[in-house]
């Protein structure tokens, strides 16, 4: 079971990249995937959920200006980005939680805001 995110780079302010998370192995019962976000010397917090109801849940930080969405056909979840500013910027990790409550992690993609 992995996950892959890809998508980060050096981003201009106002800029809308998207991440993408693929994920591979076997699932058994996803409950909730996610979007968290780590700034260099800060705590990893959290940006964006949807649940299996397909519910979305965003920070007050990026609510109006992230998307969060998934494509079961292709195990794929994806942060659309848009506005960025350059408190934004970080390592962006996406997450899974199985109904069982076992949590799998990216390994996280760096974004970088900065004209």
């Known amino acids: 079971v992995q996950l892959q995110a890809s998508g980060g780079g050096l981003v201009q302010p106002g800029g809308s990249p998207e991440l993408s998370c693929a994920a591979s192995g076997s699932f058994v019962g996803i409950d909730i995937m996610g979007w968290y976000r780590q700034p260099i010397r800060k705590p990893r917090v959290q940006v964006a959920t949807?649940?299996?109801?397909?519910?979305?849940v965003y920070a007050n930080s990026v609510r109006g200006r992230f998307t969060i969405s998934r494509d079961g056909a292709k195990n794929t979840l994806y942060l659309q980005l848009r506005s960025l500013q350059p408190e934004d910027t970080g390592v962006y990790y996406c997450?899974?939680?199985?109904?069982?409550?076992?949590?799998?992690w990216g390994q996280g993609t760096q974004v970088t805001v900065s004209s």
């Open positions: 949807i649940g299996s109801s397909g519910r979305t």
């Open positions: 997450w899974h939680r199985t109904l069982g409550g076992t949590n799998y």
